[in-house]
């Protein structure tokens, strides 16, 4: 079956109660028992709920994965994955990832005895040469925010295989129908549901996909000890965002690089980070890996009085944080997504003072154009 098919079908049974075409939202923590030990498998809603339980279905079937698990948060989520490693064992992390998940990493796993190392996954070599007799774990990001570095992840399973341990991608700004980590080796799928999953800037959600049955039942048993789990409300907002996920991505993109192509050729941009465009560095590896590239591009303008002028004078696209919903969000990530990150380090990483990112909506492409030409013009 088609992409399509499945995010619109998998786990989307007519409810066996009432036959309701959509998955109610189970608003309840318990269930009725008609006796001692005698129940219809539904105990208490930590444990199990049907509306999250919908989306589980739904999304580890987009993923090509056998089980997935809804949490609170990706954060959550990505935390629920860490607790596959234990005391003493060694993680390899992307240099560039997420500043929640390297904050994570450094503030807290640290604490519980989690060893790490920063590693340039983009060049599969530095990934061979950082493993540790204690590594268990190679946690990527492909593309990274917000310059858009891609990591190969056919070359990176190898490796990793090769020296025993598990493959981690988080897979959040391609969305399993621009990218499916799992056919390249990757052993596990991370994503925060709140960007591209759910698409409407409206919950925040986090989602773990495997197919090991072992590190399954472990994930699962995490879920319900810890208790991070998706609301039933959220679970249903998702699987409702999953069902046009197809018509998103291929909106998202075809504006990505439609927006894209104008920044390149503006005379007050410096350069454009986007995987679409020839002139990126794994330009192949992107065509190779990918689907498609999606709508996430970051810019220079120069320096943070020319960024400030750029994100004074938009009127349509929002200054705001987050990514991956139907309208157009611009943000500065010096000083909002990588204000925790230290300068030198920033600047090293190529998140310079006048870098703007932009999460391309589905709006009306020339519109968007429009916006960001007037806001240009006032360089
Ligand atoms: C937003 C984001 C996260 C964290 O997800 P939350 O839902 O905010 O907890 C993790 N990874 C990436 C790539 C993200 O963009």
Redesign the pocket.
Known sequence: MGFSTIAIHAGNEPDPTTGAVSVPIYQTSTYAQEGLGKHKGFEYARTQNPTRMALEKNIAALEGARFGFAFA??????DAVLKLVKAGEHVILSDN??G??FRLFDRVLSNYGVEFDLVDTTDVSNVDKAFKKNTKMVFV?TPT?PIMAITDLRAVSEVAHYHGAKVVC?N??MSPYLQRPMEFGVDIV??????YLNGHSDS???FVALNDEEDAKWIGFIQNSVGAILSPFDSFLVLRGTKTLALRMERHDANGRAVASFLAEHPKVEKVYYPGLPSHPQHELAKRQQRGFGGMISFETGSLEKAKIVLENVRLCTLAE???GVETLICHPATMTHASVPKEKREKLGITDGLVRISVGIEDVEDIIEDLERALSKL
């Open positions: 948060s990706g954060m959550s989520a990505i990832t997420y929640g998940t990001e925010n988080d959040t700004f991370v994503h925060s549901t709140t960007k925040v959600g986090g987050s990514l991956g």
